[in-house]
Nanobody, 119 residues
């Protein structure tokens, strides 16, 4: 069993910064791609950023140039550095990872962390 635990959310003023972390715990697994999704009230969950095991990254147009995704494979952890935050970034942010065990891969989700951008 593999679990994802997010941390780093909170309340920040517009223009401020936050850094989210997501750590995978368990045994007998490796991780392919890891990513961050978000869901605002009344809106569909959307992809924010993704990073592959090889370090390739992709971003939603709405966050490109402001957010940076990275990973530490030794710690099984993915990070999302969020700069120049806007009120429209307010959402619950969810960590996602493709967990590889044996010859199978399965998508795994964290429980989410709230990010609120408000003055």
């Amino acid at each position: 069993q593999v679990q994802l635990m997010e941390s780093g959310g909170g309340l920040v003023q517009p223009g401020g910064s936050l850094r989210l972390s997501c750590a995978a715990s368990g045994s007998g697994f490796s991780i392919n791609a890891m990513g961050w999704y978000r869901q605002a009230p009344g809106k569909q969950r959307e992809l924010v950023a993704v990073v592959t095991s090889g370090g390739r990254t992709n971003y939603a147009d709405s966050v490109k140039g402001r957010f940076t995704i990275s990973r530490d494979n030794a710690k099984n952890t993915v990070y999302l550095q969020m700069n120049s935050l806007k009120p429209e970034d307010t959402a619950v942010y969810y960590c996602n990872a493709d967990i590889r065990r044996m010859a199978s891969s399965r998508s795994t989700w964290g429980q989410g962390t709230q990010v609120t951008v408000s003055s």
